[in-house]
């Protein structure tokens, strides 16, 4: 296994988060992954995790808890990094911090096309929820 330092975002990081989340597909028009990152920074920075091997950052996760559920956004492993235990490392962290934090439980979305990332989410012991997910945009970041 590599030798990952995660830590907390830095301002520095901006350019190689935005990236490597192009290169892992997660952008959309609609979210502006700049105002994204900053929404991030004035709530619970220090849950904004990336992931870095030697000078290079390899990963990210950003994490939340409202005090009713935790969260979990952006998790991005390099796809040259992918299938050597990054992915699961950014996600133990963050399940810790949550955990410190007293959150009981963690939600996280996955685009139903998405089948391999399915199943690595219920490697890790997550399952699907029956539940339907709502949205409704109240700002629009195109």
Same mark, same amino acid.
């Given at each position: 296994?590599?030798?990952?330092?995660?830590?907390?975002?830095?301002?520095?990081?901006?350019?190689?988060?935005?990236?490597?989340?192009?290169?892992?597909?997660?952008?959309?028009?609609?979210?502006?992954?700049?105002?994204?990152?900053?929404?991030?920074?004035?709530?619970?920075?220090? +849950?904004? +995790?990336?992931?870095?091997?030697?000078?290079?950052?390899?990963?990210?996760?950003?994490?939340?808890?409202?005090?009713?559920?935790?969260?979990?956004?952006?998790?991005?492993?390099?796809?040259?990094?992918?299938?050597?235990?990054?992915?699961?490392?950014?996600?133990? *962290?963050?399940?810790?911090?949550?955990?410190?934090?007293?959150?009981?439980?963690?939600?996280?979305?996955?685009?139903?096309?998405?089948?391999?990332?399915? *199943?690595?989410?219920?490697? +890790?012991?997550?399952?699907?929820?029956?539940?339907?997910?709502?949205?409704?945009?109240?700002?629009?970041?195109?």
């Amino acid at each position: 296994m590599l030798d990952i330092e995660i830590r907390a975002f830095e301002l520095s990081d901006e350019s190689a988060v935005i990236a490597l989340w192009r290169r892992c597909g997660l952008t959309r028009p609609w979210n502006d992954a700049k105002k994204d990152i900053a929404r991030k920074l004035s709530v619970q920075p220090h +849950l904004f +995790l990336v992931g870095v091997f030697g000078q290079e950052l390899v990963a990210t996760i950003m994490a939340g808890y409202e005090g009713h559920r935790g969260w979990i956004n952006y998790l991005a492993v390099a796809p040259e990094y992918q299938r050597q235990g990054i992915g699961r490392l950014m996600m133990l *962290k963050a399940e810790r911090l949550l955990r410190e934090a007293g959150c009981p439980k963690i939600n996280l979305l996955v685009r139903t096309t998405n089948s391999g990332v399915i *199943k690595f989410y219920q490697h +890790l012991g997550y399952a699907v929820d029956d539940v339907v997910s709502l949205g409704k945009r109240l700002e629009n970041d195109e």
